[in-house]
């Protein structure tokens, strides 16, 4: 079993429609990171999480310690946030997620 | 413009001739570390680093070696790269503390 795990693996929405994808965890960890990567293959990070709640514009992403689980929500979807999307966990020795592949329709 | 720089972009090699991917930062940032991108096997850690002079294992570190000499550069060294080691290759950095990483723009190495 993979340490993190995502689901969907692949996502397909409609232009303004509210997604979330979920990050499931099982190590300890001091950080939990929200990670974009377009079809060109840049890599942006989103959010870095040790508790609660970060937002940024459309993009909220939560986290329960607890439960070892995050999300990633995107409000009101646009094509332009069609990428693949990885949780990753840790800090210097990060692991990854396999990545969630969103497709965003007009 | 804060940015993480690898060069190059893109290399075709073929086995056992030794090659440096380089990776220069200008944000002083302390961490920087490398990784790979594999289909089916998504990042995984080759190697990072705390400071200068401070570098750690990652995941899959065999056939790869690395310096850090200045704060601002963190080469990647294959000494003699095989074609497994054809992968798509990111550095990224971060500063100290619950900050997230900035990424390079990858380097696409293909060993034939």
């Known amino acids: 079993k993979n340490e993190v795990e995502q689901s969907p693996q692949n996502l397909t929405a409609q232009e303004g429609e509210f997604i979330t994808i979920n990050c499931s965890y099982s190590?300890?960890?001091?950080?939990l990171h929200w990670l974009q990567q377009h079809p060109g293959g840049g890599i942006v990070s989103l959010f870095m999480?040790?508790?609660g709640k970060k937002k940024h514009g459309r993009l909220i992403a939560t986290i329960n310690i607890q439960e070892k689980h995050s999300s990633l929500h995107i409000t009101a979807s646009h094509p332009r946030d069609s990428a693949v999307y990885i949780c990753a966990v840790g800090w210097n020795d990060m692991r990854f997620g396999a990545g969630t592949r969103l497709t965003v329709k007009p | 413009e804060a940015q993480v720089t690898q060069n190059p972009r893109y290399l075709i090699t073929v086995t056992g001739k030794k090659l440096t991917v380089t990776c220069s930062q200008n944000?002083?940032?302390?961490?920087m570390s490398w990784y790979r991108q594999d289909p089916g096997l998504g990042l995984r850690q080759i190697y990072y680093?705390?400071?200068?002079?401070?570098?750690d294992k990652g995941d899959v570190p065999e056939g790869y070696k690395v310096s850090r000499k200045e704060k601002r550069n963190f080469p990647l060294i294959l000494e003699s790269p095989s074609p497994n080691q054809t992968s798509l290759y990111f550095c990224?950095?971060?500063?100290?503390?619950?900050?997230?990483?900035?990424f390079g723009s990858g380097t696409r190495l293909t060993v034939v």
């Open positions: 990224a950095s971060s500063r100290e503390g619950n900050y997230g990483y900035t």
């Open positions: 680093s705390m400071n200068v002079e401070v570098t």
């Open positions: 999480l040790s508790s």
């Open positions: 944000m002083n940032h302390e961490y």
């Open positions: 190590v300890g960890i001091s950080a």
